[in-house]
Every structure is written in structure tokens, then in C-alpha cells.
């Protein structure tokens, strides 16, 4: 927390190793630990496991390694229902509430489907049905597709994490378009981006998260409290935001 | 928490030391929107994280048009000249000799500019030895773009011109690119000392700029933001929580940066030892 009260929920942080980066070990201790450094009260964490070998076991991991954790929150990701890996839509959204899950993420690129095709359109109306939101890197989706999934579903609350500095073109025009679609900061890297984007959507539509361990938080952190925004603002896009989403889109389970 | 973070936390500029951008730009860039990118914001941005000065060239010298875009440097210098110091950029398809001659005296212009990925031309191509040449006569300090792998400005290619013009400062812009250029770009600042390692981009972390300052020494490491292409808070802040000495973060942000900027004024007092000394 600053000293100005400024409090950080990490809405896009992984736990686990990394095969081609080095991150260190990923243990709940280290990301703590990195958290301190930051000043981040809370993370939103999916584990590498889910992403890059078997979404069943690394979803299952992560509740057994968040059990425990107040700091930390888990995110699932979530696989078209196809082939069965995560049970039916129903059974995936019913298993990821009871385990205290707040988020899912996908990752149609290094799954192999199209994230606004038929295959995955059950999952995701489960996902909007139980209040989920959907985190999403931008590397792992095209704006055509997170517009279509947001306007076929205006109650699912999306989060693009990951834009880079080359993407406001096509962000703004789904942002302009759409209500439920918000940002991440997580290389949020365009010159001024933040405050352009927040000017004209919205400071709603942004949410702090840092993309680590494969991203230093430092850029996260420092791009949002050295922002020209006011304090009000940095607030709602520190912490605000995101414990709205988290808090209002979570059906009971 | 150091008084840099402590600065950050409590919303407010830093002031507690001199911290020069080496790596800048300014102006419009094709290939995306950059929502206000011109010198008043960056100087807005500047003063709202309390970086002192930037050396840069503007995106139309790089990406179009050396003549016109180094008048662009230069008016955007005139914009702000306590705040701003330009990089001369050179094309090697477009009148290299030229543009040196035109701009090598002007005080506006602390630095050159190289970008061969975007010029498709080799840092070790003929067409580049007025630059070379220039450098290691004046001891004015060359940025050119690298990234590890690429035909036009790899590594390697660094360390050919560090061997061929061994007083030449070569600032490695982005020190490599990826993990994999970091080792590289490691591995030939220490064996070529007028190898500087400047770190802006969108694959380095905090980590990645502690171990090279750890294998290189703060005084071969600078850093650069690339801001307007980049936000400059990017950059910035991977140095403010690096895991770094006071002084050698000091370095990083500025001091080594404001000792290279001053290559004019070293050959002024060289040339006046000559005359005077006995």
C-alpha cells in the first residue's frame, strides 16, 4: 500500500515455473514475497500447470496451493468441453465455484480453438451464467473474436491483459463498442495510453495486474501511480475495479 | 524502498537525482497510435516522474526521412533545450555524409541515431563509415538499435565495429531485446568497454538489469524508455526497483549518460591542454 493509501489487487499473476524464462520456482512463497516488494495487497493467480501442460491438474493444483492463502485468489482455465478435459460447462463452472474460484482464463492460442467458434461457446455462457469474469492475453485472442464474445454475452465481464503498445487502434473500437469488455495494465505500453484510455472510457474499464513473474511489476506499478490520473481514479483502477467485478459478477454458489 | 519508490508511493516527481533518458523519440509513428506524441507531453510525463533531460530522434528520421526528420529532432529540441538533446540519425540510403556535415557541428545534437533493422541495411555495412568515422574522431556516442538474432544489427556486428573503431561509444539500444540478446549483449560489453548497454524495451525486467550492471558494471549500462514509441514508466520503473546499489542506480539513470553528453566539451579542453601544456 502507498503511503497515500493507494491499494493494488494483482488481477493477472500466475503461480508455477516457466519452461523458457527465467522466474524462478513460482512457489505461493515467492509470489508473496514479490508482492511485498511491490506493494500489492492481493493477486488474482492462475499457475502455470493449467497454461502450459493439463488445465485439469493445474486447476486442481492451485486450489491446493492457494488453500490457505487470504492474499491470493485462484483463476481456472477454462478448455472448450469437446473433448471432456474439464467435465461438462456445468460441472467445470459448479467445481470452480465450490473451490472458491474468481476468475477463468483462456488461452485459444496455446489450446488450439477459436475462442469465439461454436466449441467454445457452452463453456463461456457457463462461465457468464455463474458471473466469472474472463481474463484474456491479447496474444491469445484477436479483437474481432473478444467483440463477438462480448456482444454475444453483454453480462460476461472480460479483462485484456497483456496489449503491448502497437493495439489502441483496435482496443479502442471494441472498447467504444462494447460495455462489458475492460483492460488490463499489464503491458499496458502505450505513451500516454492509460490516460487516453481513461479519458475516453472510463477509468471503470481499466484494472491494475502486472503479468508477473514473466513481467516485472515494477511496470505496472509505476505506470499507474506515476500516471497523470487523480487519486480517485487510481484507486478504482488499483483495487476498485476488480473487487467490483469479483464481488457483484460472482454468483453464490 | 529506496527515495525513488519512496517517491512513486507517495505520487509525487522524484528529485533526488538526475536521471537522463537515452533512448527517446517524438512525433507520429505509422504502425500505431500514440495518443500524444508530440515534446509537450513528454515533457509533461518527464516532469511528472522527475526525469531531467532525454536524448532522441524523432519517428520520422527512423521510419522515413533522415533530412526532414532530423529538422524535426531539432525542433523539438528548440521546444524544450534544457529538457532535450537530439540524436542525429543516419540513413545509410539517404546521404549519410550529408546529414554529418549538415548537423555533426550543431549543439543540438548530442548523439547519432542508427537503425539499421528498420533500414535493412548491416551496422557493418560501408555505407555507414562516416558515422564510425565521426565517432571516433569527435567521441560522440553512436545508438543503434540491436536485437538478438536479426541480419542487420545483431550482436556480434556490435562487437565488430567496438573492434574496428575502438574509441567509438556505441550505446547497444535495447542491449540485445530478448533474454537471449541479453547474454549476448553481456558477454560483448565485457570485452569492449566502449560498449554501453542502453535497456529500454518490452522483454527486459528489473532482474535482467541488475545481472548486467552485476557482469558489466553501472557504468556500462543507461537507461532509455524508447518513450513516445513506449510509455517512459515502463522502463522506469524496471530501474527504480531493480535490485541495485545507490550509486550505481545513479549511474544507470543519468550519470553516465550526462558524461557521455559531454564529448564536446571533453575535445574542447583537450584541444586546449595542447595548446597551453609546455
Not at chain 1, 503491458?187 to 513473474?213: K, Y
Amino acid at each position: 500500500m502507498s503511503s497515500r493509501g493507494h491499494v493494488l489487487l494483482d488481477a493477472d499473476a500466475m503461480l508455477g515455473r516457466h519452461p523458457a524464462r527465467d522466474v524462478g520456482a513460482g512457489t505461493v512463497a515467492e509470489a508473496l514475497a514479490g508482492m511485498d516488494r511491490f506493494g500489492i495487497s492481493e493477486a488474482l493467480v492462475g499457475h502455470t500447470l493449467s497454461w502450459l501442460h493439463d488445465p485439469r491438474t493445474g486447476n486442481q493444483a492451485l486450489l491446493e496451493l492457494v488453500a490457505g492463502q487470504p492474499r491470493l485468489h485462484p483463476c481456472w482455465v477454462m478448455l472448450p468441453d469437446t473433448c471432456g478435459e474439464t467435465g461438462t460447462p456445468a460441472e467445470f463452472v459448479t467445481a470452480a465455484l465450490e473451490g472458491g474460484v474468481r476468475a477463468v482464463r483462456a488461452y485459444p492460442v496455446d489450446h488450439g480453438y477459436d475462442l469465439a467458434g461454436v466449441d467454445a461457446a457452452p463453456v463461456l455462457d457457463a462461465v457468464a451464467e455463474a458471473g466469472l469474469p474472463l481474463l484474456l492475453d491479447a496474444a491469445q485472442t484477436t479483437w474481432p473474436q473478444v467483440e463477438a464474445v462480448a456482444a454475444a454475452r453483454p453480462h460476461l465481464a472480460i479483462v485484456v491483459g497483456g496489449l503491448g503498445y502497437r493495439v489502441l487502434r483496435q482496443a479502442a473500437g471494441v472498447l467504444a463498442r462494447t460495455e462489458n469488455v475492460h483492460l488490463g495494465l499489464a503491458n499496458l505500453s502505450s505513451h500516454c495510453g492509460l490516460e487516453w484510455l481513461v479519458e475516453r472510457f472510463g477509468e471503470q474499464r481499466l484494472l491494475f495486474g502486472t503479468g508477473a513473474p514473466t513481467r516485472d511489476p515494477a511496470e505496472a506499478v509505476t505506470r499507474l501511480l506515476w500516471s497523470e490520473l487523480g487519486d480517485g481514479a487510481v484507486a478504482a483502477i488499483g483495487a476498485g475495479n476488480l473487487r467490483s467485478l469479483l464481488r457483484e459478477k460472482v454468483r453464490v454458489a | 524502498m529506496n527515495p525513488l519508490t519512496a517517491a512513486l508511493r507517495e505520487r509525487r516527481p522524484q528529485h533526488s537525482l538526475r536521471i537522463v533518458d537515452a533512448h527517446a523519440h517524438a512525433g507520429p509513428y505509422s504502425l500505431f497510435f500514440i495518443p500524444d506524441a508530440g515534446p509537450a507531453a513528454m515533457v509533461r510525463v518527464m516532469d511528472r516522474c522527475g526525469v531531467s533531460h532525454a536524448v532522441l530522434s524523432s519517428h520520422l528520421a527512423i521510419q522515413l526521412d533522415a533530412a526532414a526528420g532530423n529538422a524535426a529532432t531539432a525542433a523539438v529540441v528548440d521546444h524544450a533545450p534544457g529538457r532535450f538533446t537530439g540524436y542525429l540519425t543516419v540513413n545509410p540510403w539517404q546521404d549519410p555524409v550529408g546529414e554529418i556535415g549538415k548537423w555533426g557541428d550543431d549543439p543540438r545534437f548530442g548523439g547519432v541515431k542508427l537503425h539499421p533493422d528498420l533500414h535493412v541495411y548491416p551496422l557493418t555495412g560501408p555505407r555507414y563509415a562516416p558515422v564510425w568515422e565521426f565517432a571516433q574522431r569527435t567521441g560522440c556516442p553512436v545508438l543503434t538499435h540491436t536485437y538478438d538474432g536479426s541480419p542487420y544489427n545483431d550482436l556480434p556486428m556490435v562487437e565488430e565495429m567496438a573492434v574496428r573503431y575502438p574509441g567509438a561509444v556505441i550505446l547497444a539500444g535495447h542491449a540485445g531485446a530478448t533474454p537471449l540478446g541479453f547474454d549476448a549483449a553481456i558477454e560483448v560489453a565485457q570485452r569492449r568497454p566502449g560498449v554501453v548497454l542502453e535497456v529500454c524495451g518490452s522483454y527486459n525486467t528489473g532482474a535482467d538489469l541488475a545481472r548486467m550492471v552485476r557482469e558489466v558494471g553501472p557504468r556500462q549500462v543507461v537507461f532509455g524508455s524508447d518513450f513516445p514509441f513506449i510509455d517512459l514508466r515502463m522502463s522506469l520503473g524496471r530501474v527504480l526497483f531493480s535490485d541495485l546499489s545507490d550509486d550505481a542506480r545513479a549511474a544507470v539513470l543519468g550519470g553516465t549518460m550526462t558524461d557521455l553528453l559531454q564529448w564536446r566539451d571533453n575535445a574542447r579542453r583537450a584541444r586546449s591542454s595542447q595548446v597551453t601544456a609546455p
